[in-house]
């Protein structure tokens, strides 16, 4: 059947061909007295798409020298190196090779005379005495990448990485540099002097450039000028020994100025982020001296008669930080169906107390209730009745946080953070001394965003325990013993290294089974004891593990998310079903440093149209 195919084939061939056969050119490609050589002379002059230029055939290579191919393109994205086996291999492209085959006039005569037929042609045993000599693609290194010269089609071209340019030199930079301190290369002053004029002009076209837009026009002619130096750096250089031992020399120095910067990043992000922005110094001066040209009538807010009432929805949020309280109001306001039932009871301190009021009282929350109080005013809470304050007046305290030279004793620069110095990071745990008439009470931190009406929280049964949060577990993440001293014998004895941890920021507490279990008092006694940071270093939530273990009710997770403020990789959909994001870690969304994606969560629950931070120069 294939040979009848082949006959047909023929026969239609015999019949149009000859009206092709009648110049020189095809006449000579047909006759089997043309020599080969003849052949390809002329296939290499046929014109495609306009262009004049000669194909590359590439004749074998007699000498064992490296050659460089005719015509080798160097595209704008990389440099294309072809390698060949024989005479019959044409350095094409997919493109150029589909051009070729549609030039062909014999190719068209069959195509055209017998469709299909040219498979069965190419097929058969003596394919080679029937139809032209096949054109084959040009094969390439496996790291090589081919951009197509000719093709119009952008989806013809291959995706390259929009910096590929910008790696490649600098891989060119380190080759040389390693060159350069090879022995072999040294004894060519010639060779040295060339790579060393290539290092310094790379290094200029390099420049600051992350992405190969940024790279000047001449970038190309830089890198392909690099690659001959380099390429006669190898052959010169022969003891792989010396490279291997100078490449690992170069990795052990990389990677100490990598940890070195590691540290220093840490420290600085770890500064940042306890450095008041110019912005946030200026609106609590501004709001301060605002409040007290107010008169006293004019200083006092609405509806103080609800904050004692235990059948509304109670807030309590500890802050120094105004416009993250504002925000934390405003966001848990706009989702409660019924603000006017909602009572946030802000304490801050005696420096923000006025400015605090002031902004409260310039920006009401609607409906909502507003108690701001001055911890100065908490009589009750000194060093006597709290080991907290009395350790964090210590001289040991003093010497940990502000003696220079014992920075480098500890490696976890976040439990050196002073904000655990300041009292209100510690209000946490007197709950029920502040709200002595309270049934329960939700905990919100100051950097989060309530996104729903929070309400259902109150009607949770927290079945007997005290405390209500969200579970932060990891296969061996926020687990105890990332927190705890496990090999302090009073914690191995008394907890779980592989309990699961759980999140503070929005915790729902049950202030009357609080009281009944004396939940005050166990967190004094685990105060006293780690008195020396020999139990845990600190912090809130180590206590808070210990204090509340096996007093913990589990929340759902799509209450509470976390991670806002140091994973840029928080899954979106959590994100967009949580009732509070929270923004812990140091990349907090009011600073410059903050995640740029996650602001906008937090951004617009600030009007930055009031005239304070207009006057303050705080901007979205």
Known sequence: MKVRHIVLGLLSISVIAPIFLYTDRVGSFVNPSSSRRDFLDDVSAFTVSGDTRHLNVLHQETSTALKEPIGVVYSDHSTVT?????????????????????????????????PGLTTTLDSHPNAS???????????????????????????????????????????????????????????????TRELRLRVKEVTRALGDATKDSDLPKNAVDKLK?????????????DDCAAVVKKLRAMLHSSEEQLRVHKKQTMFLTQLTAKTLPKGLHCLPLRLTTEYYTLNSSQQNFPNQQKLEDPRLYHYALFSDNILAAAVVVNSTISHAK????????????????????????????????????????????????????????????IDYYFRAHRASSDSNLKFRNPKYLSILNH?????????????????????????????????????????????????????????????????????????????????????AEWRRQNITEVYHRWQRLNRDRQLWKLGTLPPGLITFWKRTYS??????????????????????????????????????????????YWAKYVDYETVYLRECNINP
């Open 555 to 600: 929340l759902d997770k799509s209450w509470h998310v976390l991670g806002l403020g140091y994973n840029p990789n928080v899954n979106q959909r959590e994100i967009d079903r949580a009732a509070v994001i929270h923004y812990n870690g140091n990349l907090k969304p009011w600073l410059e440093i903050g995640i740029p994606k996650y602001k906008i």
């Open 427 to 511: 209000l946490r745990f007197y709950l029920p001394e502040i709200f002595p008439k309270l049934n329960k009470v939700l905990f919100l931190d100051d950097d989060i965003v309530v996104q729903k009406d929070l309400t259902g929280l109150w009607s949770l049964d927290l079945k007997g325990n005290v405390n209500g949060a969200v579970e932060t577990c990891g296969e061996s993440f926020h687990r105890f013993d990332r927190y705890l001293n496990f090999s302090n014998p009073l914690i191995s004895k008394n907890f779980d290294p592989h309990a699961c941890g759980w999140a503070y920021g929005m915790n729902i507490f049950d202030l």
């Open 338 to 397: 019924h603000p006017s039932d909602h009572v946030f009871h802000i304490v801050t301190d005696r420096l923000n107390y006025a400015a605090m009021r002031m902004w409260f009282l310039s920006n009401p929350p609607g409906k909502a209730t507003i108690q701001v109080q001055n911890i100065e005013e908490f009589t009750w809470l000194n060093s006597s009745y709290s080991p907290v304050l009395k350790q964090l007046g210590s001289p040991s305290m």
């Open 82 to 114: 072809r390698e060949h086996k024989s005479t019959r291999v044409l350095s094409a492209t997919d493109e150029e090779r589909q051009q070729q085959q549609l030039y062909n006039p014999i190719r068209q005569v069959i195509d055209r005379a017998a």
């Open 225 to 237: 000028a690099m690659d001959q130096s380099l390429e006669k750096g190898k052959q010169i250089q």
């Open 129 to 191: 005495d029937i139809s032209a000599i096949e054109l084959e693609q040009q094969p390439t290194q496996p790291s090589g990448k081919i951009v197509q010269e000719h093709s119009d089609n952008k989806h013809d071209r291959l995706t390259e990485p929009a910096d590929a340019q910008v790696r490649h030199l600098k891989d060119q930079l380190i080759r040389a540099k390693v060159y350069l301190s090879l022995p072999a290369i040294k004894n060519n002053p010639h060779v």
